[in-house]
């Protein structure tokens, strides 16, 4: 990946799953980029851990309190001008309802459902079948990088498995 430090940004995503169900986001009307499907997550804050920014983003996101996760791997989402690096997480536990906010509705979705969307963003890659299977093995990491225009076409994909 070409970039500088300028030009990359650290967040995390968190990924629930259960019975090929994944809680999901998708991006209102009002958003810059409406009728998106996301996975919860966003940038890591100043002085602030990647567990801790999982957990804030989860409740921003979605309203619900993360108990529990597990540390994952990386996906990196290369654009033209600027790469994001998010740090990813299998959430196991938490409480709480699923709630609105001003830019999203979340909801617990039908995997395929979503990869058949037209409209995704590119995190949603880890939940096609070859990636996903990675995502839920507890004995691998990974390393996915999708590079992707500023309109989410995907160009390129790489995707390295590492043993723990």
């Not at 986001?25 to 009728?35: A, C, F, H, M, V």
């Not at 990813?88 to 906010?101: A, H, K, N, P, R």
């Not at 079948?129 to 691998?140: A, C």
């Amino acid at each position: 990946m070409n970039g500088t430090l300028n030009n990359v940004r650290n967040g995390v995503r968190g990924f629930y799953i259960k019975d090929n169900k994944a809680i999901i986001l998708r991006t209102k009307e009002t958003n810059l980029k409406p009728g998106f499907f996301d996975i919860p997550g966003g940038k890591i804050e100043d002085n602030e851990t990647m567990e801790e920014a999982v957990v804030r983003e989860y409740k921003e996101e979605t309203g619900l309190n993360i108990k529990k996760s597990s540390y994952r791997g990386i996906i990196n989402v290369a654009f033209p001008n600027k790469i994001y690096k998010y740090n990813i997480f299998i959430i196991d536990e938490f409480d709480g309802e699923l709630e609105e906010t001003e830019e999203h509705i979340s909801a617990l979705l039908d995997i395929d459902m979503v990869l058949k969307a037209e409209k995704r963003f590119a995190c949603t890659v880890m939940l096609e079948p070859s990636f996903i299977k990675v995502l839920l093995d507890r004995t691998k990491t990974f390393e996915l990088t999708v590079f992707t225009s500023h309109e989410e076409i995907i160009s390129k994909i790489v995707f390295e498995i590492k043993d723990l």
